[in-house]
């Protein structure tokens, strides 16, 4: 069986049971008072002067694409897909929209709330995931599932998931667009979210390009590898020889480290902080001679 492209093919394509759904013949004129949001709305702001625009054009030439709704009891309606151009309707002082009537369960509402607004206008990538969060707890959908059911590769999705990860302060510059995806898809390869907010207010500060970040996170990790195979070098060296290492850390009043590999070939580095430190390093082993 041929899949699909489920993006772009309207939500019969995305939910199975959506082309189902019982629906009023034709289109109707539904009054706005009777008109709920939808709960399950997963954007959480609107641009004002977008729904100006939009209820600018309402005006002058009304609404060409009507919204669809479920009803929820004799005279109220809920709504499926379409709040933004509910809430421009409003704005233009309209007294009824058109709309298309379903029945609808409250897990596909969620689902086709999402759906629709992916398909009609950019979330920001906050709130794509906790949509696609919401979809898994509350539908018990795995990562396959949703990636199945949306059309989106896995890794995408996983992508946003990890993004909730991220300090609070650091999703809020996301969603306030301070920075892109790309930026926190950087970010979160490092660990320590002290370092995360250290990068996120550098990036704000001097305006660093998504590059630029990825350069910074390779650099700090390649920076902690190199401290934890130093670390375990030293954990590997013989212990018969600390007493040894002691004795030069005193003798030249410096930080001494071994290495050495399973045939005890190995190195002796002395450390130094300054050419004054050198001289005095040089003067000892001189003295030993």
Known sequence: MIKRNAL????????DDADKMPQSAGINEIEL???EANPFQ???KFDVDALNELAASLKEIG????????KISNSKYQIIAGERRYRAAQLAGLETIPSYIRKAK???????????NIQRED???????LSYQRLMDELEFTQEELSSRLGKKRSTIANYL???????VIQKGIIDKQISMGHARAIINISDSETQIMIFNQIIKYGFSVRKVEEVVRDLNAEDEGNESVNSK??????KYQNVKKQLDKIFDSQIDFSMNDKGKGKIVISFKSEKELEKIVKLIENQK
């Open 8 to 15: 772009g093919r309207g939500l019969g394509a995305l939910i």
């Open 33 to 35: 008072s009777n008109i």
């Open 42 to 44: 997963p954007r959480t």
């Open 63 to 70: 609404l060409i694409q009507p919204i669809t709704l479920r």
């Open 106 to 116: 409250d897990d596909t509402m969620l689902e086709m709330a999402l759906v629709e």
């Open 123 to 129: 979330l920001d990538s906050i709130e794509i995931a």
């Open 162 to 168: 990890r993004l909730l990860r991220l300090p609070a």
């Open 234 to 239: 030293k954990e590997k060296f013989p212990k």
